[in-house]
């Protein structure tokens, strides 16, 4: 079955620390994955797609086939990267997510 | 705003009543879908439209739900005889069909609760 997993409810960081969130999938083809972001009180939004390889606000992921990931990455955080990710999958035209990632960012 | 709107934004409502809620995608969209978000999760599928067509329904859809697209515009989702499971954010998001993976735009949600 498709599935998406983010193994970490929780990760913090000190403000500039690179910033790794992790997003593993089960998919049989070739996958379309996303990124969305929701920052306190506000909707989701997508940050990043793997098809448009754009880096969004410092952050990109690439998609590794043989260990079916998709990570996040940043390489120093700031405090307004404090949100709630959700990692994507597509399936059938509707979206798989997984349990989303709160990334805190200390100061 | 030329974003996905949602009405209301808060809904409590007593176990056993009905309630429908709205949502205006973009537009120039002519898919829309509903999901469920419930605490700890991510969103889950609900339904989609293509125009006025509902092309799926998730499982997880008993037959007290019910959605709509009339006109290909605007949806509503109406649960009738609420329970308390169905308390949870209910999302809508609204995409153009290109046909490869759209991206989805979503709105601000409806919280309901069932008390």
């Known amino acids: 079955a498709q599935r998406v997993t983010q193994p970490e409810k929780l990760l913090s960081v000190f403000k500039g620390a690179p910033v790794e969130l992790k997003c593993n999938y089960s998919?049989?083809?070739?996958?379309?994955l996303f990124w969305y972001v929701q920052y306190s009180r506000q909707r989701l939004q997508l940050l990043l797609r793997?098809?448009s390889r754009e880096s969004i606000k410092g952050f990109t992921a690439d998609l590794n086939k043989g260990e079916t990931s998709f990570h996040l990455k940043k390489p120093f955080a700031q405090e307004e990267d404090s949100a709630m990710y959700y990692c994507?999958?597509?399936?059938?035209?509707?979206?798989?997510f997984g349990t989303g990632t709160r990334l805190q960012v200390f100061p | 705003d030329t974003g996905v709107s949602q009405d209301p934004r808060h809904k409590i409502t007593k176990r056993g009543q009905n309630v429908t809620f709205r949502c205006d995608p973009i537009?120039?969209?002519?898919?829309l879908y509903w999901y469920r978000q419930t605490l700890g999760q991510g969103p889950e599928f609900l339904t989609y439209?293509?125009?006025?067509?509902?092309?799926?329904k998730s499982r997880l859809l008993s037959d007290r739900f019910s959605a709509e697209r009339p006109k290909g515009s605007f949806s509503t989702l109406e649960i009738q005889r609420t329970e308390q499971g169905d308390s949870a954010m209910y999302l809508c998001?609204?995409?153009?069909?290109?046909?490869?993976?759209?991206?989805?735009?979503f709105g601000p949600g409806t919280r309901l609760t069932v008390l």
């Open positions: 793997h098809i």
């Open positions: 537009s120039e969209h002519n898919r």
């Open positions: 994507a999958l597509i399936y059938t035209d509707k979206l798989i």
């Open positions: 998919y049989s083809g070739s996958p379309e």
């Open positions: 998001a609204s995409s153009l069909n290109s046909g490869r993976a759209d991206t989805q735009y």
């Open positions: 439209f293509q125009n006025e067509a509902q092309l799926e």
